[in-house]
């Protein structure tokens, strides 16, 4: 069995290795049918002449679309991470180049070319390991006006596929860092002579592995945009993905008595809501200060008492002490076995709704043994129970593609007028919202001596209570706001947040109205509807999350749904040490939740 899926990893790579060379030797046109269709955006000549002649030698022209108000463009057929086409765009030319990045591999970028145009340049980030144009996320920002563009990273594959990283150093320095930065050059250069006029501003948009991208070209490059919004970012790539994988090790194997099946999570998750809840004056079943919640392991533990200290403990999904140690280790985070030394916070109360994912069911995640298999040990035989703290180091040293992004000195960014906005779901339960905060503190020590008020002037932290990674929520609690991938949980015609597109319930365009105008982000309301992924459904909740280290408080007389009811205000409380799947409303959400909820 192994020998056959090595063998059926090898011939994908060698595969895929063609595809990409037959993709950079041809140079494609529009396809015959479109030849009767308008082929001119505000002026300007659609097709393959008006850019092949702007590229260097390594990058082909491989599509050039005009779509029409209304019209529909994608790859439905061939893009494994994104097969999902936005509909309902504007007029706009849609282009596909190709790049060669170094003799042995190449990368992809579309081009969203509207118009009428805003003047705005967004580069739009990807989801996990996944490769493939994020075709939506461009989709809902040309809604806005933006020249948008994504890249491919250099593959094509979902999410959780790591196989074409397995001894191919250079497609992972195309993932980690190089598809982004290469382009957002050429891409810029093509935007510029496309309208014949500069650029006015540029931004990025990306969560999970679209936040560490964007961290990532800030790092390596502080003029490429004006303004980054920064999503769940699984920055620390080579200490975060490693803990994935050890935390295997905390759960396994499933017959020994510390193992938790992953079924029992939500009703664990209810319990840890109902000790909660409270702890921010509010009951709402939405745990808004979870770094101050102290959970209570007596009221998890089965009791055979009269009187247990909770329902949970007397119920059938209550915990034995071995498994209670199982779930303080995953709260506890990557802590090095020999030392004792904690490297990586982990998960905040209200996780465990979403844990699924980091336990994968009741097996390793991908996100950790794909990683050490196919990145770090180039050994896809390797199992999760081999694993030792001696991989952390190798992924340290050797921190494959160049992927993490832990460089928190970003005085450069700051000193050149750059605005950052970093946000983190505090129920994800895919990348712990600690890694945010951990990021964010280390930046403000690096950059502003640890001074929280000068560090504001342009970098800011929302954190959003309930909500899970990168979007949705298992308690309702309000979480679209315009960040990246929300639009499309809501439907590939969505952009923005529907019904209130506009600064002070869009991210984005407070992020826009922070650089250009100067108006800082002190908070943006968050909504969620009677159906979480329905607008027409009517809004249940909306509510200020503010920027750290503010935190939304209570009038204590107001309808605690309504955002008019609370204010920002307050300290932030300390780090903690840490300590259901969603309902759909329609089919499309499901098919693109499945991507979302696994991305990292």
């Known amino acids: 069995m192994r020998r056959n899926d090595t063998f059926a990893m090898r011939c994908s790579s060698i595969l895929q290795f063609f595809i990409h060379l037959l993709a950079l030797s041809a140079t494609t046109s529009a396809s015959a049918n479109d030849n009767n269709i308008p082929r001119q955006v505000g002026g300007v000549a659609c097709d393959v002449a008006t850019f092949a002649t702007l590229l260097p030698v390594t990058a082909k022209v491989e ?20 097969p999902i086409p936005p509909t309902n765009l504007p007029e706009l030319c849609a282009v596909v180049i190709a790049v060669a990045s170094s003799p042995i591999s190449v990368y992809r970028f579309g081009i969203f ?24 996320d461009m989709g809902a920002g040309v809604r806005h006006g933006f020249a948008v563009i994504s890249t491919d990273t250099g593959h094509n594959s979902t999410t959780g596929d790591t196989r074409w990283a397995l001894n191919q150093p250079e497609m992972r320095t195309d993932w980690g860092w190089r598809a982004l930065h290469g382009s957002v050059v050429l891409g810029k250069t093509l935007v510029t002579a496309y309208y014949a006029r500069p650029i006015g501003y540029s931004y990025y948009s990306g969560c999970s592995t679209g936040g560490r991208q964007g961290l990532k070209e800030v790092q390596i490059s502080p003029g490429s945009f004006d303004g980054v919004l920064v999503g769940a970012p699984a920055w620390y790539t080579n200490h975060l993905n490693t803990w994935i994988c050890k935390a295997a090790s905390y759960n396994w194997p499933a ?28 009951t709402d079943g939405i745990i808004s200060s979870p770094e101050q919640c102290k959970v209570n392991y007596d009221a998890l533990r089965c009791s055979t008492s009269g009187d247990p200290p909770s329902n949970f403990s007397s119920s059938p999904s209550c915990m034995s002490d071995a498994q209670i140690g199982t779930l303080q280790n995953i709260y506890n985070g990557y802590v090095i076995d020999s030392t004792g030394e904690r490297v990586v916070r982990g998960f905040l109360p209200g996780s465990e709704y979403q844990l699924y994912t980091v336990l994968n069911y009741s097996d390793a995640s991908p996100y950790g043994l ?9 050994d896809p035989l390797f199992e999760a129970s081999q694993y030792n703290d001696t991989i952390l180091q190798l992924a340290e ?3 494959p593609g160049n992927a993490t992004a832990d460089d928190y000195n970003l005085a450069t960014f700051r000193d050149r007028g750059g605005k950052m906005l970093l946000y983190h779901g505090a129920a994800d339960g895919l990348v712990p919202a600690t890694a945010g905060s951990m990021y964010y503190d280390r930046a403000v020590e690096a950059t502003s001596q640890g001074n929280v008020t000068a560090a504001r002037d ?43 597109a506009d600064a002070q319930h869009d991210v984005l365009l407070a992020l826009i109205n922070w650089v250009e105008n100067g108006i800082p982000i002190d908070q943006v309301v968050a909504t969620t509807w009677n159906k979480s992924t329905d607008p027409s459904s009517g809004v249940l909740r909306q509510r200020p999350i503010c920027a750290y280290p503010q935190t939304a408080q209570w009038d204590g007389t107001g309808n605690v749904d309504e955002a008019a009811s609370w204010s920002c205000s307050g300290e932030p409380g300390q780090v903690a040490n840490s300590a259901a799947a969603p309902s759909y409303m329609n089919p499309f959400s499901i098919i693109v939740d499945v991507f979302r909820i696994l991305s990292i």
């Open 63 to 82: 599509k050039v679309e005009y779509v029409s108000a209304g019209g529909i463009f994608g790859e439905p057929l061939t893009d494994l991470m994104y």
């Open 113 to 136: 070319l509207p118009a009428e145009w805003n003047g705005r340049f967004l580069a739009v980030g990807n989801g996990g390991f996944g490769g493939g144009i994020n075709w939506l």
């Open 255 to 282: 017959d020994d008595p510390k193992h938790i099946d992953w079924q029992t999570l939500p009703l664990i998750g209810a319990e840890i809501v109902r000790q909660c809840d409270a702890a921010d004056g509010v």
């Open 370 to 378: 794909g990683y050490v298999r196919h990145f770090v040990l180039d």
């Open 397 to 399: 040293q050797f921190d």
């Open 458 to 500: 342009f970098f800011r932290r929302l954190e959003i209570p309930g909500m899970q990674h990168c979007g949705l929520s298992s308690v309702s609690a309000p979480w679209a706001f315009g960040g990246a991938s929300q639009a499309g949980i809501l439907g590939n015609d969505t952009y923005s947040v529907p019904g209130f």
